[in-house]
């Protein structure tokens, strides 16, 4: 079991967790992640730069998304990090652009964090996915968050995202890995941008359905970001294998990253993959020349 950290209120914390312990209902602020007092309570608030993210969630859960993973709040302080930083024209490291018009699916949302931050740096068009199970408390979690809850298979019907109750929205639709019906719905929206998948890599044959749903909803451009605690070594191994079988993937340094990642302490290893079907500046290269033939 982890070591448990906790701050006083003078302190700036990267997370405040609620929940009871003993049937005494306490209230926790932490410098240092720490997945045992995540996932033991029953409402938390991300500190994330200047973003404050309410989620509920089952700490009883049956499902390994019904509640948070470390490794979903160190890619919001990654994603808060790539947004403050200036555009600089031609820069070779940069792989991902927060723009806001680019179209981001995620798979695997469990509770939704990693959406919600994307729709507060001012992404416009983000998807957060799961089994059908955890559609319901996805939803909650964009609605407590001020925004505007959408589904694109008509299983419920779409607000008004412009009304002022709401700050932008976020489209939820449950996805069970390698379904066609459920991959259909999600590329009705168009060109996928980005595809995000955090912590997502936990056995062998869910790999293997991981792999397949990427290869499913990317196009040429789309750029998929992996990030995954090591935990089950054959598992990632799975997931190499298939991926490489179909893609280029790069595991990005270490230190090139988490360099960006300021007030965030965590002890366990992070493997952050880029996955792409064409080596990132060629992609670059071949739509550039297509933009400039339109």
């Known amino acids: 079991m982890g070591r448990r950290t906790s701050v006083s209120d003078e302190d700036k914390p990267i997370m405040s967790v609620e929940g009871w312990e003993d049937g005494v209902h306490y209230v926790k602020h932490l410098a240092k992640l720490d997945r045992w007092e995540l996932q033991a309570a ?10 404050d993210i309410v989620l509920l969630q089952d ?13 979903s709040v160190v890619f919001c302080s990654y994603m808060d990090a790539l947004a403050k930083i200036p555009k600089k024209r031609n820069d070779r490291q940069e792989w991902i652009h927060l723009d806001h018009d680019k179209l981001w699916v995620e798979l695997g949302s469990g509770v939704g964090l990693i959406g919600i931050m994307l729709a507060k740096l001012g992404i416009e068009r983000v998807v957060i996915t799961d089994i059908d199970e955890l559609v319901p408390a996805m939803e909650r979690n964009v609605e407590a968050n001020a925004l505007a809850s959408w589904s694109i298979s008509g299983r419920k019907a779409n607000e008004d995202a412009t009304a002022a109750s709401w700050k932008g929205s976020v489209t939820v639709e449950p996805l069970l890995w390698n379904d066609d019906v459920a991959i259909k719905h999600i590329k009705s929206l168009g060109q996928i941008d980005y ?7 936990y056995s062998e044959a869910s790999a293997v359905d991981l792999v397949a749903t990427m290869d ?12 995954s605690e090591v935990r ?9 294998e298939q991926a490489r079988a179909i893609f280029h993937v790069d595991l990005v340094p270490q230190p090139q990253w988490q360099k960006k990642i300021l007030g965030v302490e965590f002890e366990e290893t992070l493997n952050l993959y880029r996955l792409s079907r064409t080596p990132l500046n060629q992609g670059k290269h071949h739509k550039k ?6």
């Open 232 to 240: 089950n070594q054959a598992a990632q191994d799975t997931f190499l």
């Open 216 to 227: 499913k909803l990317a196009t040429n451009d789309t750029v998929i970001i992996c990030l």
């Open 195 to 201: 595809i995000v998948a955090c912590d997502c890599i």
């Open 42 to 51: 029953d409402k938390l608030t991300v500190h994330v730069g200047d973003q």
């Open 289 to 294: 020349r297509r933009d400039s033939q339109k």
């Open 59 to 71: 700490p009883h859960s049956n499902h390994l998304g019904g509640y948070i993973w470390l490794s």
